[in-house]
């Protein structure tokens, strides 16, 4: 008995001893590593990723922000990323692949930015909306061997060169150590459309379609007040593509359940809804698809 006992003591002294020193982690390194992909989650390139990144970061914390992105999407990448990055700590690393031209000529590239996060990932665009925002101070092209795999597949740079970069960038090496500098008018910029004012309509498209069919455009608030400034005795009105006009509600549920309405979402852009319901099955539309907003004729 006596033996057990001191058995299960050591165990316990072993156990604290082995644990306790790496709780402070956490205080040495204050900002994770996060992923963003049109990956999806059948298939096992996620998880490849970040297997990677265990071998060369295995004190990372690794945020998985959306392996959702629709496949070959850049610009709902590019608007994920862009809605995401700025509630993240300073000096978060951002990988992001959503790479249709995989294995071509396109560069894989690594951005510091003057807020302090870095952006990896191809260089189609993908990384421009929130590099832009945060304030490009650095670029690279991703060319050392040394910080990158050995082996370099022509369909997957996502755990061949960008999860190995964004896992030496999180240990400390300097963007510089990654590859080449490049100019900020040298890599690709991605523009979305801009809204189209007339004189009693204002004309946007959907540019994003959420996982509940919500169908983002590209109308902000701002612009929005802008034009309804015109208009001061009268209430405006939403469209998608041809329908019926709908109303401009503060919340989802200040609609009748099953009901269409409009509303300015959490990306403080407008968006056609379904209460309880989805919008882009409703509606047929996706993006491309024409949202008006106009002053209302009478009582929606």
């Known amino acids: 008995m006596r033996d057990r006992t001191q058995r299960r003591e050591i ?3 072993c156990c604290f001893a082995v644990y306790y020193p790496v709780m402070p982690t956490l205080a040495r390194s204050p900002f994770p590593l996060a992923i963003i992909s049109d990956f999806g989650y059948r298939d096992h390139y996620a998880g490849a990723m970040k297997g990677v990144i265990a071998s060369i970061a ?7 922000i959306t392996h959702g992105i629709p496949a070959q999407s850049v610009v709902a990448g590019a608007i994920a990323l862009r809605e995401t990055w700025r509630y993240f700590p300073a000096r978060t690393v951002f990988l992001v692949v959503v790479d249709p031209g995989v294995g071509t000529a396109r560069a894989p590239i690594a951005i510091e930015t003057r807020a302090g996060a870095r952006f990896v990932g191809p ?3 993908l990384l421009w909306l929130a590099a832009n925002q945060a304030g490009i101070k650095r670029i690279v092209k991703l060319t050392s061997p040394r910080h990158r795999l050995t082996n370099v597949s022509a369909t997957f740079h996502g755990r061949d060169i960008f999860a190995p970069a964004a896992a030496y960038l999180w240990r400390g090496a300097p963007i510089s150590a990654l590859g080449p500098a490049l100019r900020s008018i040298s ?8 809204p189209v004012d007339s004189a009693r309509q204002l004309r946007g498209e959907v540019i994003y379609v959420d996982g509940f069919g919500n169908l983002v455009s ?12 015109r208009f001061r005795h009268k209430s ?4 998608i593509k ?7 509600l503060d919340a989802y549920g200040d609609a009748p359940k099953g009901a269409p309405l ?10 056609v809804a379904i209460r309880d319901g989805n919008a882009a099955a409703h509606f047929a539309a996706g993006p491309g698809s024409s949202v008006s907003l106009a002053a209302a004729a009478g009582r929606i």
């Open 11 to 13: 165990a316990q002294r």
């Open 58 to 64: 295995p004190g990372a914390a690794v945020i998985d």
């Open 123 to 125: 260089d189609n665009g």
């Open 187 to 194: 890599i690709v910029q991605l523009d979305l459309p801009r």
């Open 218 to 229: 590209n109308i902000d608030r701002q612009t929005a007040e802008q034009f309804g400034s």
């Open 236 to 239: 405006l009105s939403v469209r």
């Open 242 to 248: 041809r329908g019926a006009a709908m109303r401009l």
């Open 262 to 271: 409009a509303i300015f979402g959490s990306f403080g852009l407008l968006e």
